[in-house]
C-alpha cells in the first residue's frame, strides 16, 4: 500500500514562538485595558477597546495573555517594537562575554616570535580575553615534549602579574596547550572601561553625536606558527 502524506494531528503541539496579537488579531470577547498614557480603563468588550485605539490613531497590543482576561494596551505598536529591539540591542552590549584568543605556536618558534606573542597575549589579557596557548608537533618533534614545556615555561612567568593559570599544560592529540585567564582586578579594569564606554555612547546618541568607536581588534588575526600545508610530514621527516 502506498504511503501517503503524514495526515495532520492536532494534538501534536506546534513548536511556533509566541507571537504579540495586536488589534483584530485579539479574539477574546472582553480584555483589561492600559490606556495611551498608562491609565487603567478597566475591562472593556474586545471591539469598545479596539475603537478607543483607532479613535486615537493607534493600536491595541496584547501585553500580558496570560492574564484573566488578558490585559491590552493602546500604543504605538511601530514604536513599541522599535523601542523593544533596541532594549534588547542595549542588553547585549552590557553583556560580559569572555572569549578564549588562541595563539598557536612550533616546538622551533624562537625568543623573537616568542615575545611577540607574549605582547599579543597580554593586550587580550588586558582586553578581558582568556588565551590559550597551543605547541603544535609535527614528525618527530612529538618525542620531545619538553621543548613546549620549556616555552610554556617562559610565557607563564612573563604574564603572571595580570593572570592566572586556568588549565595547566597538556598534550591534546599532537598538540600541548595551556589557558590562562586575566586576574579580578584586571576583570574590574575591563568592566569600568566598558561601563564608561557605555555612558559615553549613551550620552553621544543622546545628544546626536556620532557614537564613539569600539575598541580596536586588530589582534583578533595573528601570525601563526602553524603551516597547515605541512601537517602531513610523516614521521621521518624533521
Known amino acids: 500500500m502506498a ?3 503524514p495526515r495532520f494531528d492536532p494534538r501534536q503541539p506546534q513548536q511556533r514562538g509566541y507571537q504579540i496579537r495586536v488589534n483584530q488579531r485579539i479574539r477574546v ?8 498614557e498608562g491609565e487603567m480603563l478597566g475591562v472593556l468588550a474586545t471591539h469598545e477597546a479596539l475603537r478607543k485605539a483607532q479613535e486615537l490613531g493607534l493600536d491595541l497590543v496584547e501585553v500580558n495573555p496570560k492574564a484573566e482576561p488578558p490585559v491590552c494596551k493602546i500604543l504605538d505598536f511601530g514604536r513599541y517594537k522599535y523601542d523593544e529591539k533596541k532594549k534588547a540591542a542595549e542588553a547585549k552590549r552590557k553583556q560580559s562575554v569572555v572569549e578564549v584568543k588562541e595563539i ?32 603544535r608537533f609535527r614528525g618527530r618533534e612529538i618525542t620531545h615534549p619538553e621543548k613546549a614545556q620549556e616555552q610554556l615555561d617562559v610565557i607563564i612567568p612573563a604574564l603572571e602579574d595580570i593572570a592566572n593559570v586556568e588549565t595547566r599544560a597538556m598534550m ?18 575591563v568592566s569600568a572601561m ?8 549613551q550620552q553621544a546618541e543622546k545628544e546626536g553625536k556620532p557614537l564613539p568607536p569600539p575598541p580596536p581588534s586588530s589582534l583578533d588575526e595573528l601570525p601563526d606558527d ?4 605541512d601537517d602531513e610530514i610523516g614521521d621521518d621527516e624533521e
Open 172 to 189: 591534546e592529540a599532537r598538540a600541548m596547550s595551556l589557558v590562562i585567564a586575566p586576574k579580578p582586578a584586571v576583570m574590574q579594569r
Open 194 to 201: 566598558k561601563a564608561a564606554l557605555e555612558k559615553a555612547r
Open 226 to 229: 602553524d603551516d597547515d600545508d
Open 3 to 5: 504511503m501517503g502524506r
Open 104 to 135: 598557536k605556536l612550533r616546538p622551533k618558534t624562537d625568543d623573537h616570535d616568542i615575545n611577540f606573542k607574549i605582547k599579543a597575549a597580554r593586550k587580550f589579557l588586558e582586553s578581558g580575553h582568556k588565551v590559550k596557548f597551543t605547541v
Open 29 to 36: 470577547p472582553e480584555v483589561r485595558v492600559i490606556g495611551a
